[in-house]
């Protein structure tokens, strides 16, 4: 049987502020101007990608006063599209435009502050083009 | 649509598993529904981007002559990556070569599978695009599912069976019921990019012949030692390049799916692959990894689950998913067809769409490959101290000096000795060959009796 327990423990880890975590994670084995090819950020990638935004209906919320007892932030780490941040005063933002519809985060989420995960309307939300 | 159609079959989602059911039911005749939530089937759809294809080469012979799929993979390899050296097994075959391909194509699915819904359109499937189904229609004692609530005015529609196939976030089992909350450890994120790459180049990379192409499947350093794989696969005039990662890894490690994508591309022995690419797309996806032991209730009153939504991955060295989609979406079909004939769509008729399944390769295989999510999160040291030591005695081995040889495996032996322990690892490999390669070492002794297998 499985012995593996995973640490999930929510008060462990301090929260860190997003931007600079990120930054420090972004290490590569090549000089990134010894790449060639394009290299591209997570959020300029995603212009890459077709999302029709159904403005004004939110298919992705969450509840700060759950957020605020999760030290874990991992929403913050899980999404490949970068949909999370965390303001200076500590508060969790989603912005749905951008979104791949993948479900990470209701996987990763485990206070259950991610209140809202629906399936944006029909006809919105990605659309890609080669999938 | 008013909420006077009736019809015999409903299903959700038109990917793989919902547009091979749709087939098979269209053509048998019956009414047949297909609800898609993208602008257009396979808009929403995303996957690694090998298709194994026995399935619909069985449904639609020789698919491969009007299907849009990239190309056939006729060079497998495997890569375990170290931060400067690699080791790679490369499996190439002239058999491959042939039609039927050996069933193994790179495709794009918002391509692949707009042809694919088609062609249940034309078998008379009835597709409609741009809408959520967020809920089933239980009868009056909740015993059998009679219809679905689309999120559209009067979206209320009615059959005799619902087919599942919305994919991996299984959303309207949530709404049902009938699955609980998803284990980070025990679902993979998957992200890709789709590069632009000239066809004669891709041929030139990978070294295969014109039309043609490769799969290359990473391990170890690709993924900076996590739990997971990259890989690399060659399309008609792009490559599908990606990492899957265990989402706890993300969790405990803090470092993002897109970090561990950009750190694999920059390896110095893939980044040579990708020079001069640009990206087309970004996409992601998550696989479910729960197995065989925590599948949810494949059928029951008047529905049945099919592909992604109901777990059926291989999450071993093959990386299947769309054979088990299309052979499951196949198989609930003939059910619904049995169910319909006999005028039954109880939870005991249905039982017969399991019973198909344990007869398949699909439960078959998702019993043989049950432990190897846990196997590996238990034994991670098999995706990274054991290829490390390996590549490093590998580099030992190869290093010239003018030390004598005797002197050169003396060290390539101690490279071994002190990164492994011989018990250990010779009892967690015999484990691993049965867990996640799928086979007991001591049948190489005593006989893999495979003739007497097959004919049960």
């Known amino acids: 049987m499985a012995k593996y327990k995973p640490n999930y423990d929510m008060t462990k880890e301090a929260g860190l502020v997003n931007e600079v975590t990120i930054e420090a994670r972004k290490v590569l084995l090549t000089p990134a101007d010894k790449l060639g090819y394009e290299h591209l950020g997570v959020l300029d990638k995603l212009y890459r990608t077709t999302f029709k935004t159904n403005f004004g209906d939110p298919h992705l919320g969450v509840d700060n006063d759950i957020c605020k007892t999760c030290a874990g932030n991992w929403c913050l780490y899980c999404c490949p599209s970068q949909r999370f941040t965390k303001d200076a005063e500590g508060l969790i933002h989603v912005d749905y435009e951008g979104c791949f519809e993948c479900g990470t985060c209701f996987v990763a989420c485990l206070p259950k502050g991610l209140v809202l995960w629906k399936q944006p309307l029909g006809g919105f939300g990605v659309s890609y083009k080669y999938g | 649509m008013g909420s006077d159609d009736k019809f015999d079959v409903i299903i959700v989602g038109a990917g793989l598993a919902g547009s091979t059911a749709a087939l098979v039911c269209a053509r048998a005749g019956l009414s047949t529904v297909v609800f898609e939530r993208g602008e257009r089937p396979g808009s929403k759809n995303m996957f690694g981007g090998i298709l194994f294809t026995p399935v619909i080469n069985e449904l639609i012979p020789n698919f491969w002559e009007e299907a849009p799929v990239e190309r056939p993979i006729v ?5 375990f990556l170290a931060k400067d050296n690699s080791l790679r097994v490369v499996f190439q075959s002239e058999k491959f070569r042939k039609p039927p391909y050996n069933n193994n194509f790179s495709a794009l699915r918002a391509r692949f599978d707009e042809w694919y819904a088609a062609k249940a359109e034309e078998a008379g499937a009835i597709v409609f695009p741009e809408t959520v189904v967020d809920d089933v229609i239980w009868d009056a004692k909740r015993e059998r599912v009679i219809g ?55 041929e030139d990379r990978f070294a295969v012949e014109k039309g043609e192409g490769a799969s290359i ?37 803090k470092v993002t799916p897109y970090n561990i994508l950009d750190y694999f591309k920059s390896h110095p022995h893939v980044r040579k692959l990708l020079e001069g690419t640009k990206v087309e797309e970004y996409s992601a996806k998550i696989i479910p990894e729960f197995g065989f032991r925590k599948l949810p209730p494949l059928y ?12 059926f991955v291989n999450t071993s060295l093959y990386h299947e998913g769309s054979n088990f989609a299309t052979a499951s979406g196949k198989l609930a079909a003939e059910t619904a067809i049995e169910a319909k004939a006999a005028g039954d769509f109880s939870a005991k008729a ?16 998702m019993a043989l490959f049950q432990d190897v999510c846990h196997f590996i999160h238990d034994h991670p040291e098999f995706l990274t101290t054991y290829p490390d030591t390996f590549i490093k005695m590998a580099e030992t081995y190869l290093t010239v000096t003018d030390k004598p040889k005797d002197v050169v495996m003396r060290h390539v032996v101690d490279d071994f000795r002190s990164n492994v322990r011989m018990w250990k690892f010779m009892m967690d490999s015999y484990t691993m060959a049965r867990k996640v390669l799928g086979f007991n070492p001591l049948s190489l002794v005593l006989g893999g009796g495979a003739k007497e297998k097959e004919q049960g």
């Open chain 2, 75 to 79: 060079k497998k390899e495997f890569s």
């Open chain 2, 148 to 202: 679905v609530k689309s999120r559209r005015e009067e979206g209320d529609l009615y059959a005799d069976i619902v087919i599942i196939a919305d994919g991996a976030t299984a959303m309207l089992l949530k709404a049902m019921g009938l699955r609980g909350d998803f284990a980070p450890e025990e679902q993979v994120t998957l992200c890709k990019e789709v590069l632009s790459l000239a066809p004669e180049k891709i």
């Open chain 2, 350 to 365: 249905l039982s017969a769409y399991r019973k198909k399944l344990d007869e398949s390769f699909v439960m078959k295989d």
């Open chain 2, 217 to 253: 499947e990473y391990f170890g350093e690709a993924v900076m030692g996590m739990i997971g794989g990259a890989f690399i696969y060659t399309n008609k005039d792009t490559l599908s390049v990606g990492i899957g990662v265990s989402i706890d890894e993300n969790l405990r490690t």
């Open chain 2, 300 to 311: 029951g009153g008047g529905y049945m689950v099919t592909g992604d939504a109901a777990g």
